[in-house]
Antibody
Framework: QVQVVESGGGLVKPGGSLRLSCAASGFTFSDYYMSWIRQAPGNGLEWVSYISSSGSSIYYADSVKGRFTISRDNARNSLYLQMNSLRAEDTAVYYC?????????WGQGTLVTVSS | EILMTQSPATLSVSPGERATLSCRASQSLTVNLAWYQQKPGQAPRLLIYGASTRATGIPARFSGSGSGTEFTLTISSLQSEDFAVYYCQQYNNWPPWTFGQGTKVEIK
């Protein structure tokens, strides 16, 4: 069945970096647009970044533009999020999400905590 | 950026009763709106897309309606497993996709 599994979260100091990964299975990964969506503790959902199926179109939320980089490796069925210059307000559960307009499959999320 | 506003923030409903959740957009979305359900400690789950089309495996007691700027999610007869937080999301004008702040459906 369709599955996306995130990894790479953890505790990092302000200004630090972290790379999230998402392993996809059960579907033709190269056919799908993918996103990262985050949820701060006790808060709602915030779309972070989006990449087209080929990787040719990429978008970022203003809150992460210039600090985060989304990428994908269709040969490895994997999605990535490189997060640099992390801030306390980036603390959240980060979800890997499948879909071009709406999300029809979500991972279980990986927690990123930015704290000194 | 399109602002999505959900109401009420919390809805107290007894099992078996009907629940009606609202979502308002700051600009017209035509029907480019989705609804998600999220239970504590879990990822969201897609319920409705295209404002009124149920996603695969979603029970018929969930229905969506509306167009333009006003949308409604109705749960016809609440079951115990339906108590959760519900989010709307627009995909008419992006980037960015934007979500409402959520409506928590709790047991009365």
């Amino acid at each position: 069945q369709v599955q996306v599994v995130e990894s790479g979260g953890g505790l990092v100091k302000p200004g630090g970096s972290l790379r999230l990964s998402c392993a996809a299975s059960g579907f033709t990964f190269s056919d799908y647009y993918m996103s990262w969506i985050r949820q701060a503790p006790g808060n709602g959902l915030e779309w972070v970044s989006y990449i087209s199926s080929s990787g040719s179109s990429i978008y970022y939320a203003d809150s992460v533009k210039g600090r985060f980089t989304i990428s994908r490796d269709n040969a490895r069925n994997s999605l990535y999020l490189q997060m640099n210059s992390l801030r306390a307000e980036d603390t959240a559960v980060y979800y890997c999400a499948r879909g071009r307009n709406f999300v029809d499959s979500w991972g279980q999320g990986t927690l990123v905590t930015v704290s000194s | 950026e399109i602002l999505m506003t959900q109401s009420p923030a919390t809805l107290s409903v007894s099992p078996g009763e009907r629940a009606t959740l609202s979502c308002r957009a700051s600009q017209s979305l035509t029907v480019n709106l989705a609804w998600y359900q999220q239970k504590p400690g879990q990822a969201p789950r897609l319920l409705i897309y295209g404002a009124s089309t149920r996603a695969t495996g979603i029970p018929a007691r969930f229905s969506g309606s509306g167009s333009g700027t006003e949308f409604t999610l109705t749960i016809s007869s609440l079951q115990s497993e339906d108590f959760a937080v519900y989010y709307c999301q627009q995909y008419n004008n992006w980037p960015p996709w934007t979500f409402g702040q959520g409506t928590k459906v709790e047991i009365k």
